[in-house]
Nanobody, 127 residues
Framework: VQLVESGGGLVQAGGSLRLSCAGSGRTFSNYAMGWFRQAPGKEREFVAAIGWSGHATYYSDSAKGRFTISRDNTKNTVYLQMNSLKPEDTAVYYC?????????????????????WGQGTQVTVSS
């Protein structure tokens, strides 16, 4: 099983980035997927989740209104469109896929061992 993120980089505050995460090695279309991030010296935190069909989404308070999660099950890919980026959004962003459930709760409330993880992509927002 492999999840490969792309799309990270350096952007100025107020700018936008679109992250992608392509999955392989198992079926992802029946399971929830999501994004987490980890800033230097901080614990990994939840950012956004999407249910199996793409209709249900859930966001952290910091992401709400600025980030949009979506998925294309024909491509086994989940996306995170990030707008109005702030320096505090600087972090390594990780894609995750539930092994057990189809709802957003399967990402938000799941222990890490119940998720498959990508290797991460760096997002740096300059002020």
């Amino acid at each position: 099983v492999q999840l490969v993120e792309s799309g990270g980089g350096l952007v100025q505050a107020g700018g936008s980035l679109r992250l992608s995460c392509a999955g392989s090695g198992r079926t992802f279309s029946n399971y929830a997927m999501g994004w987490f991030r980890q800033a230097p010296g901080k614990e990994r935190e939840f950012v956004a989740a999407i249910g199996w069909s793409g209709h249900a989404t859930y966001y952290s308070d910091s992401a709400k209104g600025r980030f949009t999660i979506s998925r294309d099950n024909t491509k086994n890919t989940v996306y995170l469109q990030m707008n109005s980026l702030k320096p505090e959004d600087t972090a390594v962003y990780y894609c995750a896929a539930s092994r057990t459930g189809e709802s957003t709760g399967s990402i938000v409330q799941a222990p890490a061992v119940n998720l498959d993880w990508g290797q991460g992509t760096q997002v740096t927002v300059s002020s």
